[in-house]
C-alpha cells in the first residue's frame, strides 16, 4: 500500500512538473542571454562565474560556465542588462546597457584577459547583439515606438503595420459584425499573406485569445505596455499554435518611480466645415476623451516596507468617451400613412379590404378598421419630415465608452526565483441607432489573471511556469434591449414582458 502511494505521489508531482513546463513552453515574451568565455587564446574556460544583473530592478542570476566555457540565461524579463565574468587568475568582464528585447536571444561571447581578479575591464557599449540561435522571423516595437508614435484610438495593434509583411487592411471577418460586433470583430491583421484567422496573441506569455474569431481579448492601454513583438514565422518549438504570433509584454516597476498623466481631446468645434456642395455645411456632433495614467515603481510603506530590489508595481487606467453622430436618411410612411390615409401612393399601389377583397375607397383606410396595438406601435417608428424616396432625415447617435486597468506586480524571491503577477479588467460599450429607437448596443467586459514564477535549479536547469486565467463576456443585442420594456408599454394581450411574441 505504502509503495503504491509513494507511486502515485510521484505521478503527481511529475504531473505537476510537467504541466507547468508545458504551460511556459506554449507561449514565450522572456528573452535569453547567452554566449561563449574564453581566454586570449580563444580556449574555453568552463567554471568561470557568471551574474547578469537588471539595471531596472537590481534583480541578478548567476551560473557556471560548463567544460565548453558555454553559458545561458534563459527566460529573462526584457530590458537592459548587465553582465559580469568571473574567473581565478583573470581580469573580471564587465558589459553594460545590454538591451533584450521580447523574445530576443542576445549572444554575447567574452573573452578574458589575465591578470588579477581585482582588476575590471568595462565594455561601456556591448557590441551589436546578433540573434544567432534560432531563425525566427519578427519585428519588435518597443515602449518608445508604441507611446511616442501618433495613434488615432491608441490602439497599439494598428503598429502591427510597421512589420514587414504585415498589414491591416485585409476584410474583416465575414461573419464577425454580425454576431460579435465591436472592435474586436473590426480586427483585420493579415502577416505573410496569411489569413486573419491564423493571428495568436498572447499576453505576458499567456493566451490572450478569443476562440469566436481569434481576435483579442484584453487590450491594455499604451502606456502599459513594454514593448510587443509580432512574429511571422520559422518559429522554436514553443509556438504551436497560429501562423502570426504577436505577443504582448506589459511594463513592470523598478527602483525609480515613473508617471503619466494624460488626456487627448477631440472636439468638433475644432473641425472644419463638411466638404459639400450645398448651401448646408453642418458638422456632426463629435466629442472625444481619451485620459487616464499610469505610474511604476517600487511598492513602500513609510516605516513599514521598503520594497527596493525586491517588490516592485504598475498601475494603469486608462477611460475613452466618444459621443458622435452622424446624418441618415431612411424611407418611411408618411404622416397620412400613419392615419390610414394611402391615396398618395394610389397611383402606383391600391390596397383591399380583406374582408370584402375591393379596394377601400381613396385608398383610406376607416380609422375603426385600425389596430389599437399597431397604432401604439408607430411611437417607435417616424413618418417623413422630407420629400423624395429619403424622405425622413434623422441624427443618430454613436456612443462609445473603454474602460480598462492593469496591475502588475513584480517581486524578486532571491537570485534564484522571481515572480510576476498581472490581473487587468476592461469593458467596452458600444451602440448604433437605427430609426428612433432601434439599433444596435455590444457590451463587451473581461477579466485577465496572469501568474508565472522563473525558477533556476541549476546552471543548467531552469523552470518557467505560468498560469493564465481569462474571462471574457460579450453581447451583441438590439439598442433598447434591458432599457425600453416594449411589451408592457404598448399592453399586448395575454403577453408578458420576457414572454416570446407570436403572431397569428
Known amino acids: 500500500m505504502k509503495d503504491k502511494l509513494r507511486s502515485l505521489i510521484v505521478v503527481i508531482i511529475g504531473a505537476i512538473f510537467i504541466t507547468m513546463f508545458t504551460v511556459s513552453l506554449q507561449a514565450q515574451t522572456q528573452g535569453e542571454i547567452t554566449g561563449l568565455v574564453t581566454d586570449s587564446t580563444d580556449a574555453a574556460i568552463g567554471g568561470a562565474t557568471v551574474t547578469v544583473t537588471n539595471k531596472a530592478t537590481n534583480a541578478m542570476r548567476k551560473v557556471t560556465t560548463n567544460s565548453e566555457g558555454l553559458y545561458a540565461f534563459p527566460s529573462l524579463p526584457p530590458g537592459e542588462y548587465e553582465l559580469r565574468v568571473e ?21 554575447l561571447d567574452v573573452a578574458l584577459e589575465v591578470g588579477q581578479v581585482g582588476e575590471t575591464v568595462t565594455i561601456d557599449s556591448s557590441p551589436a547583439l546578433l540573434n544567432s540561435e534560432n531563425a525566427t ?58 489569413r486573419i484567422f491564423f493571428n495568436y496573441y498572447t499576453l505576458d ?73 450645398t448651401s448646408a455645411r453642418p458638422k456632426n456632433p463629435f466629442k472625444w476623451n481619451d485620459y487616464g495614467f499610469e505610474i511604476d515603481g517600487p511598492v513602500r510603506i513609510p516605516y513599514l516596507f521598503n520594497g527596493k530590489d525586491k517588490l516592485f508595481f504598475m498601475g494603469n487606467y486608462e477611460a475613452l468617451r466618444r459621443r458622435q453622430s452622424v446624418l441618415n436618411t431612411f424611407t418611411v410612411p408618411t404622416a397620412k400613412m400613419f392615419a390610414g390615409d394611402f391615396s398618395e401612393i394610389l397611383a402606383s399601389t391600391i390596397i383591399y379590404d380583406p374582408n370584402t377583397g375591393l379596394p377601400f375607397a381613396g385608398n383610406i383606410i376607416p380609422t375603426g378598421r385600425l389596430d389599437a396595438t399597431s397604432l401604439k406601435l408607430l411611437k417607435y417608428y417616424n ?12 441624427t443618430s447617435s454613436q456612443p462609445f465608452d473603454r474602460y480598462s486597468y492593469v496591475m502588475r506586480f513584480d517581486f ?83 403577453q408578458k414582458s420576457g414572454d416570446p411574441i407570436t403572431w397569428g
Open 87 to 107: 574567473q581565478s587568475g583573470f581580469k573580471i568582464s564587465r558589459s553594460d546597457n545590454i538591451k533584450l528585447e521580447v523574445q530576443g536571444v542576445a549572444r
Open 205 to 277: 506569455g499567456v493566451n490572450n485569445m478569443d476562440v469566436n474569431f481569434n481576435t483579442y481579448v484584453a487590450l491594455p492601454s499604451i502606456d502599459a505596455i513594454q514593448e510587443f513583438k509580432v512574429q511571422v514565422g520559422v518559429y522554436p518549438a514553443e509556438y504551436g499554435h497560429q501562423s502570426t504570433q504577436v505577443n504582448v509584454l506589459t511594463k513592470s516597476g523598478g527602483n525609480a518611480y515613473h508617471g503619466t498623466l494624460f488626456e487627448f481631446h477631440r472636439n468638433d468645434k475644432f473641425d472644419a466645415k463638411q466638404y459639400q456642395f
Open 383 to 394: 413618418s417623413s419630415n422630407v420629400l423624395g424616396t429619403n424622405n425622413f432625415a434623422q
Open 137 to 194: 522571423l519578427g519585428t519588435v516595437v518597443e515602449n518608445k515606438v508604441v507611446t511616442e508614435l501618433p495613434l488615432n484610438g491608441r490602439q497599439y495593434l494598428n503598429l502591427v503595420a510597421l512589420t514587414p509583411n504585415a498589414n491591416v487592411l485585409a476584410p474583416a471577418a465575414g461573419q464577425a459584425g454580425a454576431r460579435q460586433g465591436g472592435e474586436r470583430a473590426q480586427q483585420s491583421i493579415s502577416a505573410g499573406g496569411q
Open 412 to 494: 524578486i524571491e532571491s537570485t534564484n526565483s522571481q515572480w510576476m503577477g498581472r490581473y487587468n479588467w476592461g469593458d467596452d460599450t458600444t451602440s448604433t441607432q437605427g430609426l428612433n429607437a432601434a439599433g444596435s448596443k455590444v457590451l463587451t467586459n473581461y477579466k485577465q489573471l496572469a501568474i508565472s514564477n522563473t525558477r533556476t535549479f541549476s546552471s543548467n536547469l531552469v523552470n518557467e511556469a505560468r498560469f493564465g486565467y481569462t474571462k471574457f463576456f460579450n453581447s451583441l443585442g438590439t439598442l433598447s434591449a434591458s432599457v425600453n420594456d416594449v411589451v408592457t408599454e404598448i399592453g399586448i394581450p395575454n
